[in-house]
C-alpha cells in the first residue's frame, strides 16, 4: 500500500523588510526606465558628454603646449603614435590573414572568401604557436558535407 | 520561535563567512574549465578547439563542426561557465566537434578594425582554420550576442561560405529598440569619438554602464538579493561566476563602434536592409542555409523587441525561431538553457548534421 504524498509547504514568505523593498522597487522602477528611455535623458547625456570631451581636450591642449615648449612629447603625441602603430598592425594582420587564406586555397583548391587578394608580399606570420611554422598544412579530408550549402 | 532565532544566527554566520570570502575575492568559482588547445591566432583573435574527449564526452559523433562566433563586448566564458553549468560542455556531450573564436581583449591595436575586418577576415580565416583541422567541407555556424551579427553579415556577404547551418543566440537585428545605449547616438546625436578611450577603443566601462541604464533600479535589487541569500554558498557561487561576467567586459574596437553606431543603430541597417560590409552592400535575405534564431523574453541587455524582426529578415526557406522565457544569461546558462535551449539547439543542429562512423570518430579523439 502506498503512502499518500505528503503535502508540500509552501515556500516560506520573504522577510518583512523584502517585502518593503520589492514593493518600493515596483513603484520606482517603471518611472526609473521611462526616464532613462527619454529623449530628453539622451539629449542631456550626449550633451554632458560633450561638455566632458570639450572640457578635456582644452586642458588636453594647454598641457601639450607647455610640453612642446619644453620640446617633450605630450600625451596626445603619444596617443597619435599609438594610433599609428595601431594602423600599421592592423594593415600587417589583414594581410597576414589575406596570404593565409590564400595559401589554404592554393593547397585545397576551395573557393570561400569572395574579398580579393591584396597581398603581394610574404610576411613572416606572428607568433601562431599552433600552427607550423612552413604554413598550414591541410589534412586529407575524411568525411564529407552531404549537402551543399543553401540548401 | 526558538528555531527562528537559530536560524538567524546561523544564517548571519554563514553570511559574515560568504561576506569576507566575496570582499577577499577567494574561492571564486573556476570559469572555462573544459579542456581547449588554442589552433589559430592572429593579433588578439584566437581559434580554440574543445577537446571532445570520449572517456568524458563521448567523443565526436557528428560532423561537420561547429564553430562559435562570441560577442566583442563581453567574455567567451559565459559560454563555459562552470564544470556542469557549460553550454560548450552540453555541445560535447552531445557528440560536436566544437571550436570558439574569441576576440580576446582589443587594445589601441585594434582600434582601426571595422566589421568588415572580423566579417570578412577573421571569420572566413577561422572557418578555413576549422575545415582545415577537421577535413569537413562545411560548418554549422553559430553566433552569440553581437556575434550573432557578426555572423549574420558574413552568411550574407559571403553566399557560396561553407555553412552547413546558421543559429544565433540573443542576437540584435533592431537597434531602435537596444535602450538608452543606442539613444544617446540615434537620438541624442552623440558622436562615438566623445566616448572612446585614449587607446582608440570604447572602454569596458561605457558599455557596463550603457547595460546597467535599461534596467536602473537592478543593481540595487541585485544587491539586496545578495544581502538576502548570502548565507546560501550555491548562491554565492552562482552570483560570483555570474555578475562577474556581466561585469566584466572588454573595450569595443572604434571603428567598429564607429560603424555600428552608424550603419546598425542610426541607419537600423539590417531592419531597413541599409548595410554595407568592405564596401558591398549586403542583404540578409542572401541568407539561404538553415537557420535558428533563439532569443529570450526577458532579456534586459538584448531586449525581445531588438531580436523579434531577425526570423523574417531572413530569406533561408528552412529557419526557425526559438522564444525562451528567460534572460540574457538564461539562454546559455542555469536551468532554462540545460532543459530547453541547449536541447534544441542540438536537435536542430543535429537534424541537419550527418553522423560519423565508428573510425571517424576514433581518428577524431
Known amino acids: ?151 | 520561535m526558538l528555531d527562528r532565532v537559530r536560524r538567524d544566527v546561523e544564517r548571519n554566520a554563514l553570511r559574515a563567512r560568504n561576506g569576507i570570502k566575496l570582499v577577499a575575492g577567494v574561492d571564486r568559482p573556476g570559469v572555462g574549465q573544459t579542456p581547449k588547445d588554442v589552433v589559430w591566432q592572429r593579433g588578439r583573435t584566437q581559434l580554440w578547439h574543445y577537446r571532445n574527449d570520449p572517456d568524458t564526452y563521448g567523443g565526436v559523433r557528428y560532423g561537420p563542426p561547429l564553430l562559435i562566433v562570441f560577442s566583442m563586448v563581453s567574455r567567451s566564458y559565459i559560454l563555459d561557465l562552470t564544470p556542469g553549468n557549460s553550454f560548450v560542455e552540453q555541445l560535447l556531450n552531445a557528440g560536436f566537434d566544437v571550436y570558439m573564436l574569441d576576440w580576446g581583449e582589443p587594445d589601441e591595436r585594434d582600434a582601426g578594425n571595422g566589421l568588415e575586418d572580423y566579417v570578412d577576415d577573421y571569420i572566413p580565416a577561422g572557418i578555413d582554420r576549422v575545415l582545415e583541422l577537421s577535413g569537413a567541407d562545411e560548418v554549422n555556424l553559430f553566433g552569440y550576442c553581437f556575434g550573432g551579427d557578426l555572423a549574420l553579415l558574413y552568411a550574407a556577404h559571403h553566399p557560396d561560405a561553407p555553412l552547413r547551418s546558421l543559429t544565433v543566440l540573443a542576437t540584435p537585428v533592431d537597434f531602435r529598440h537596444m535602450g538608452p545605449l543606442a539613444d544617446i547616438f540615434a537620438v541624442g546625436g552623440m558622436d562615438v569619438g566623445s566616448v572612446l578611450d585614449a587607446d582608440g577603443n570604447v572602454p569596458p566601462s561605457v558599455v557596463v554602464q550603457g547595460f546597467r541604464a535599461l534596467t536602473p533600479t537592478a543593481e540595487v535589487t541585485r544587491y539586496v538579493t545578495l544581502w538576502e541569500r548570502l548565507w546560501n554558498d550555491d548562491y554565492v557561487a552562482s552570483y560570483q561566476a555570474m555578475t562577474g561576467w556581466s561585469d566584466d567586459h572588454v573595450p569595443f574596437p572604434g571603428a567598429a563602434a564607429r560603424e555600428t553606431a552608424e550603419m546598425l543603430v542610426r541607419n537600423n541597417g539590417m531592419v531597413d536592409d541599409r548595410l554595407t560590409v568592405g564596401g558591398d552592400r549586403v542583404h540578409l535575405s542572401d541568407i539561404q542555409v538553415p537557420f535558428l534564431t533563439v532569443r529570450a523574453n526577458r532579456d534586459h541587455i538584448v531586449p525581445p523587441d531588438a531580436t523579434a524582426p531577425l526570423i523574417d529578415l531572413v530569406g533561408s526557406p528552412d529557419k526557425h525561431e526559438l522564444c525562451l522565457d528567460a534572460g540574457h544569461m538564461g539562454l546559455v546558462v542555469g536551468r532554462t538553457a540545460a532543459k530547453t535551449t541547449v536541447p534544441t539547439i542540438i536537435d536542430f543542429v543535429r537534424r541537419r548534421s550527418d553522423p560519423l562512423d565508428a573510425d571517424d570518430t576514433r581518428e577524431e579523439a
Not at chain 1, 593565409?100 to 586555397?105: D, I, K, L
Open chain 1, 1 to 151: 500500500m502506498t503512502q499518500p504524498p505528503a503535502p508540500r509547504t509552501p515556500p516560506p514568505s520573504p522577510p518583512l523588510w523584502r517585502q518593503a523593498f520589492d514593493a518600493a522597487e515596483r513603484a520606482v522602477a517603471p518611472r526609473a526606465e521611462d526616464l532613462v528611455r527619454s529623449e530628453y535623458f539622451s539629449l542631456a547625456t550626449a550633451l554632458l558628454r560633450r561638455a566632458q570631451t570639450v572640457a578635456g581636450s582644452s586642458v588636453q591642449g594647454v598641457s601639450a603646449r607647455a610640453w612642446h615648449l619644453l620640446n617633450l612629447p605630450a600625451g596626445s603625441d603619444i596617443s597619435r603614435l599609438r594610433a599609428q602603430i595601431g594602423s600599421l598592425d592592423r594593415e600587417v594582420r589583414r594581410l597576414t590573414i589575406q596570404l593565409e587564406q590564400e595559401r589554404r586555397r592554393g593547397s585545397t583548391s576551395r573557393p570561400h572568401s569572395s574579398r580579393p587578394t591584396t597581398a603581394t608580399t610574404t610576411e613572416d606570420s606572428d607568433a601562431d604557436g599552433a600552427q607550423p611554422p612552413d604554413g598550414a598544412r591541410s589534412r586529407p579530408a575524411r568525411r564529407r558535407a552531404q549537402r551543399p550549402s543553401g540548401s
